[in-house]
RNA sequence: GGCCUAUUAGUCAAGGGGUUUAAGACGCCACUCUCUCAAGGUGGAAUCACGGGUUCGAAUCCCGUAUGGGCUACCA
């Protein structure tokens, strides 16, 4: 018996070849320059702001020269799969207009690519006819050992301080004669397929990254597995290097976490003599946590997970704007030369990204976004508002739909100018900024007049509905009424005058515009009063102020 | 423990031997403008982890130390 006898036993169904599969996989038609890069998350049912920013990199980097932007969907561990986690996560680059050039969706029906499938657990028997080809090779090898084997092994490494792993005298089926291997088997025996490594853990070799640039590991020498016994799948490491290789992926954007696995990937792609892809490997978004900090956490932040910015109504292009500034620090400065351009317009260098990890500032987020939405036009605050509302707010999303003009007027105070009013941050706090300017919304309200006297607001607002409002004044006329009216009434038309000789008011101007504001708003807080009031109208007015 | 890797203000960071009394952005503080708020304007506080070298000169190069982070699964 030998090893062709053994491979077969394994695998009696695998008659492909791995020529085979390079026949089916030949090289991408692409021009010069073009690179081929992945999205493969597996599907967990969330998609983490690390994904994120691997995925515009990703995009950013294909779109640059015509390349292939495409998504595989990397569930080999079916024990983590979530129901629908595939269409959220084309949910999400949809939403972000991240949208890949090859991809399968299996719950629409839909594969677009030529190198597919694009669903792992399609692949099984690619992958299977690679392990094949290894074990005809004598490369790799079936393991027997148990868990409590395995347990125990690690066990006594970690207590005498050796290395953790599967390698040298602890890869006890190794050399396990083909005869044995195959009774084995056949007895029903589980196992494991395993790398034969060949690597000599004293020795060095050097590994060019894009990001980190030239690094040096010590060559790996753990038989590490490479098909799982549990459903004969194969593990993350084999898995990406059978489909990048016929993929033709030209560049692997992947989180830090990834660069101890590059002995094991170098061993693997030598194993084959396949010329690896280029890696970058993005810095780990962390998150400060008390006085130290740690990897972001779907479980203890928020916004780890992408539904936050989408719940939240950040606009999309904000998002992206934050993460392409993490990407590279540059970007600001470029954006600031480049206003209108697309972000895939901008020169990503790898080079200059951090290597280490980057804590993600919502402040910054807060900032950009801010800055974006105030240089919209107010048709399109509109439409982002509506846009939101419709999915999460759909009571508000109505009396938008009924006051299309009216909300706009509003979107559009202070909108107008070069130097634009900054208020709203993402699309959920607007209602919070302007329910009080819909009558459906400003029913049974309480006021909170502060600690003015409630004789004083009535003098206030009655004289001023019956002498001093005018709805089709200027602003200026208008403010000068306000002043008049302040005299009239014993008030500080001048704030110097009253900082002054405050005792000889009875308040100021704030007062009073404060109390009308009050009236017309329940807040203290607005955007400029005569605005809201041509807004509001003249009957709206008076009906407020009439109801104090 | 082992392997990798990093360390410039609260955050993201520029700077790779002299042009740096260390950019810029966000945040923070103060003042100012002002009918409140949000903006705007002006200004401010705040950073080269530590110790040794090399050098006329070090944030920058070298060596240690400390600390942080990642990995060390039949998870990706």
């Known amino acids: 018996m030998n090893r062709e006898d053994l491979a077969n036993l394994i695998f009696p169904d695998i008659t492909k070849t791995i020529e085979d599969y390079e026949k089916e996989y030949p090289k991408r038609n692409l021009e010069e320059g073009a690179m081929v890069t992945r999205f493969a998350p597996s599907p967990t049912g ?25 998504l595989r969907n990397e569930d080999t561990d079916q024990s983590r799969e979530v129901e629908g986690a595939v269409e959220y996560i084309r949910s999400v680059l949809a939403h972000y207009d991240l ?15 030529n190198y597919g499938p694009y669903i792992q657990s399609e692949r099984k028997e690619i992958y299977q006819a690679f392990i094949k080809h290894l074990i005809l090779e004598g490369k790799a090898y079936p393991c027997f050992l148990t868990q409590e084997e395995m347990d125990s092994i690690r066990e006594s490494q970690a207590k005498d301080k050796r290395r953790i792993g599967i390698y040298g005298r602890y890869a006890k089926y190794r050399n396990l004669p083909v005869e044995e291997a195959i009774k084995k088997i056949k007895n029903g025996e589980k196992y494991t397929i395993r790398l034969k490594s060949n690597g000599e853990f004293s020795r060095k070799f050097k590994f060019n990254d894009l990001a980190n640039g030239e690094m040096e590991f010590p060559e790996n020498d753990i038989d590490i597995p490479i098909m799982k016994s ?25 989180g830090q976490e990834w660069i101890s696995s590059i002995p094991v990937h170098y061993e693997l792609f030598k194993t084959f003599n396949f010329k690896m892809p280029k890696y970058i490997h993005i810095p780990l978004i962390l998150k400060k946590d008390g006085d130290h900090v740690r990897k972001i956490s779907k479980r203890l932040d928020p916004e780890a997970k992408m539904s936050f910015y989408e719940e939240k109504g950040y606009p999309t292009y904000a998002v992206i704007e934050a993460i392409m500034t993490i990407a590279n620090s540059n970007y600001e400065a470029w954006r600031e030369g480049h206003p209108d351009a697309h972000f895939t317009e901008f020169e990503f260098s790898p080079k200059k990204m951090s290597s280490s990890g980057a804590l993600f500032d919502l402040d910054k987020l807060n900032n950009i976004s801010k800055n974006y939405l105030s240089h919209l036009t107010k048709e399109e605050v509109y439409k982002g508002v509506l846009a939101w509302s419709e999915k999460y707010d759909q009571e508000f999303a109505n009396i938008l739909k009924k006051y299309p003009d009216y909300s706009m007027q509003i979107y559009n105070i202070e909108r107008e100018q070069k130097k634009p009013r900054k208020d709203y941050i993402y699309y959920s706090e607007i209602k919070s900024k302007t329910w009080y300017m819909y009558d459906e919304y400003f029913k049974d309200v309480t006021y909170n007049f502060l600690d003015y006297n409630m004789q004083d607001v009535k003098l206030i607002l009655n004289t001023y509905i019956d002498q001093y409002y005018h709805e089709e004044d200027s602003q200026d006329e208008w403010f000068n009424r306000i002043k008049e009216m302040c005299d009239i009434l014993g008030y500080a038309s001048n704030m110097k005058d009253y900082k002054e000789n405050s005792n000889n008011y009875k308040g100021s101007i704030v007062d ?5 504001r009050i009236a017309l708003t329940t807040f203290s807080n607005t955007p400029n009063l005569y605005d809201l009031m041509q807004i509001l109208g003249k009957e709206r007015v008076v009906e407020r102020l009439q109801n104090v």
């Not at 459903?231 to 954007?253: C, E, K, W």
Request: proline fraction near 3%.
């Open 230 to 254: 549990s459903n004969g799948l194969p593990t993350y490491h084999f898995a990406h290097l059978v489909d990048d290789h016929l993929m033709h992926t030209t560049h692997v954007v992947r």
């Open 512 to 516: 009073v515009t404060n109390i009308i």
């Open 46 to 70: 969330f998609m983490h702001i690390g994904h994120m920013l691997a995925a515009v990199i990703d995009y950013c980097l294909a779109k640059k020269k015509n390349g292939v932007f495409y």
């Open 99 to 113: 949208n890949p050039d090859e991809y399968e969706y299996r719950d629409i029906n839909e594969i677009k690519g």
